[in-house]
């Protein structure tokens, strides 16, 4: 079974301090997603890199980076944090194209909570 | 840029009666994907349509992709309380990475 998993079930930070979010897969996918999840919204992307070192930007960026060091890893950042980014965070990856047809396999998620 | 609407927010039904939502993109998609997010879960795949005009189905649940490609639905018949949670439709332009996630309906089975 694809298992995608992501660091911390929940968090509570503090404005301004900086944030980690860890996301881990093991089933050798090139593309990983980072998506937050709000009511009324859906699910909105930040980031998603579609090889190690690459990334690129999502419909919301703005107050985020990622890091992609490995193919199995995939870390969003909050640099400094604001109550606005007080969400659900869902990390998802996939296989590329020419692999498969790119289901999406997500993580349980982060509630991250900025007070 | 690209958006995906999806109606209606919310449907409450009587277990039994049939139950649809409709997605919506502002592009012309190269395939949409549907997803199920079960409460406190996280969204789980149902299937892909490539095709204009595709239909596909699994037991009672009927996904059908638009002609022009740039809207889908899916069709519950006699709903039952398992299918309570919230579907998503996520729609990817030709030539990214990116799937676009519509807003979703949640549905509510009353028993």
């Known amino acids: 079974d694809v298992k995608v998993t992501q660091s911390s079930r929940y968090l509570v930070k503090r404005t301004g301090e900086k944030v980690f979010l860890e996301c881990v897969q093991d089933?050798?996918?090139?593309?990983m997603f980072w998506y937050r999840q709000d009511p009324g919204l859906g699910l909105r992307l930040i980031y998603f890199s579609y090889d190690v070192k690459m990334k690129e930007k999502g419909d919301i960026p703005e107050g985020y980076s990622v890091s992609r060091e490995k193919k199995e890893r995939f870390s969003l950042i909050l640099e400094s944090a604001s109550t606005n980014q007080t969400s659900m965070y869902l990390c998802?990856?996939?296989?590329?194209?020419?692999?498969?047809?790119?289901?999406?396999?997500f993580g349980e998620g982060s509630r991250l909570t900025v007070l | 840029g690209q958006q995906v609407m999806q109606i209606p927010q919310y449907q409450h039904v009587q277990e039994g009666e049939d139950f649809t939502t409709y997605c919506n993109s502002s592009?012309?998609?190269?395939?949409i994907q549907w997803y199920k997010q079960r409460p406190g879960g996280h969204p789980v795949f149902l299937i892909q349509?490539?095709?204009?005009?595709e239909v596909k189905k699994q037991k009672r649940l009927t996904f059908q992709f638009g002609e022009a490609k740039k809207n889908s639905s899916l069709h519950i018949t006699a709903t039952q309380t398992t299918d309570v949670g919230t579907y998503f439709c996520a729609g990817r332009k030709s030539g990214t990475y990116k799937y676009i996630f519509g807003t979703g309906t949640r549905l509510k089975v009353l028993a």
């Open positions: 349509l490539v095709k204009s005009g």
């Open positions: 089933m050798d996918h090139e593309n």
């Open positions: 592009t012309t998609l190269s395939n």
């Open positions: 998802a990856s996939s296989f590329n194209w020419q692999r498969s047809a790119g289901e999406l396999f």
